[in-house]
């Protein structure tokens, strides 16, 4: 699921191996959704260097239970309504 935030940025929300992660996206011209790149980084000599494998730009929240814990979390410290009940069927996932 993607959600638009303003014309040139977007986040998805998905699902790998019961795991959920926020990915970070950008709108293309085309108005496409893409997901945003890069390569995760470890220190190496007391400097950052960059990692082999180029991933999708993420936050990973956990499974179904853990990621919805996290969500709400967020609405609070943003003054938004907690979800009650995680087999709300109105919940995109």
């Keep these: 699921m993607e959600i ?12 790998y191996n019961g795991n959920f992660s926020l990915v970070a996206c950008q709108v293309g011209n ?23 494998k180029i ?5 990973r929240l956990g499974d179904n239970e853990k990621a919805i814990s996290v969500l709400n979390a967020l609405l609070a410290v943003l003054g938004g ?11 995109p996932f």
């Design 55 to 59: 991933r999708p730009v993420a936050i």
């Design 81 to 91: 309504k907690f979800v009650s009940d995680p087999d709300d069927p109105n919940i």
């Design 30 to 52: 085309d108005g496409k959704i893409y997901k945003k790149w890069g390569y995760e980084s470890y220190r190496k000599d007391g400097k950052s260097v960059p990692g082999d």
């Design 4 to 15: 638009k935030i303003n014309e040139k940025e977007a986040v998805s929300i998905e699902e």
